[in-house]
């Protein structure tokens, strides 16, 4: 499978809208953002377990990334409530199920071979830290080489600097609206924009944000 596999096209989903497909395993859906390949596939999705649900104990050949976004998921190293941010690095296993169901934003196969940080991040314990414009606030996830991540929370009337994307870009928009000169982008919409692209974002009432940056294809 190929979707939105092109990586020098920009992509904006409004994830709300799109049908929760079947998975492999019952009582675990997914809606695919992007995709390439069928089962083991470097792929970005929504996945939402039901309550009482599980899926097949598997190793991570390319890595995990994965945020809580509503409910508990667990594995047998832990509880990962909403909020929570995960690396599984490459060669990494569990066997993951949730009690009271879940949903949980994930970036399957694109990890750096020399990327082994193993990390689980609850976001509603930490601090953001000041960002670069007025209004803006940030919270480091993570960051490798040319590849970072981040929550970005925006408060209402912030405007940033046009600027442009080296590696690309992509949003996950968590609360609120983001906008920027080519529309608006509500809560659940997920935004890929490519290499060099350029925008003028800002937010009239105020967002968080999932964003990660330098990692598309510069080719
Ligand atoms: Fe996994
Ligand atoms: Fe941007």
Redesign the pocket.
Known sequence: MRLNADFSKAVVIDTTAMPWEASPMAGVRRRKLDRIGDEVARATSLVRYDPKSYFSPHTHSGGEEFLVLEGIFSDEHGDYPAGTYVRNPIGSTHKPYSEAGCIIFVKLHQFDEKDTAQLSINTHGEEFQPGTAPGLTVLSLHSFEGESCALVRWAPGTV?NP?T?WGG?E?LVLEGTFS?ENGHYPKGTWVR?PHLSV?H?YSKEGCLIY?K?GHLPAD
């Open positions: 940033f600027h994307h870009e949003i920027d924009s925008h974002p964003v940056t």
